[in-house]
């Protein structure tokens, strides 16, 4: 089976911070012209929020963090897939046999070491 959304609404969410930039969401005046480039590496993008998240994995920073157990994340979304781990359900179910994971990964390696 697909997950099962929580229905617990991660109140973490309500302490992240994200800067809004002008340039968010404008691309260059070419169609798919890479104007943002990474100051770290060679990698361009056509998005400055595409740039910004990039530079996190050579910055380290992380912006997202759980106020149930600290941890950090450089992404919300990754925020989001984690804090069902607090909320106790497992949206995740096996349909060869029943057994329900917090996590989609957890759920496909359980798959592939469970069900040969």
Known sequence: GGPRYPT????????CTQ???????QTGSG???KRFNCTYCDKSFTRFSQLKEHLR???GEKPFSCMQCGRSFTKQCNLIRHAVVHSGEKPYECSLC???????????SHQKTAHL
């Not at 800067?19 to 969401?25: A, K, L, Q, R």
């Not at 029943?98 to 496909?108: A, I, P, V, W």
């Open 31 to 33: 169609l798919g012209e």
């Open 98 to 108: 029943g057994k329900c994971f917090t996590q989609r990964s957890s759920l496909k």
């Open 19 to 25: 800067t809004s930039n002008p340039d968010e969401g």
């Open 8 to 15: 617990l609404i991660p109140q973490q969410l309500q302490s």
């Open 57 to 59: 994995s050579h910055t």
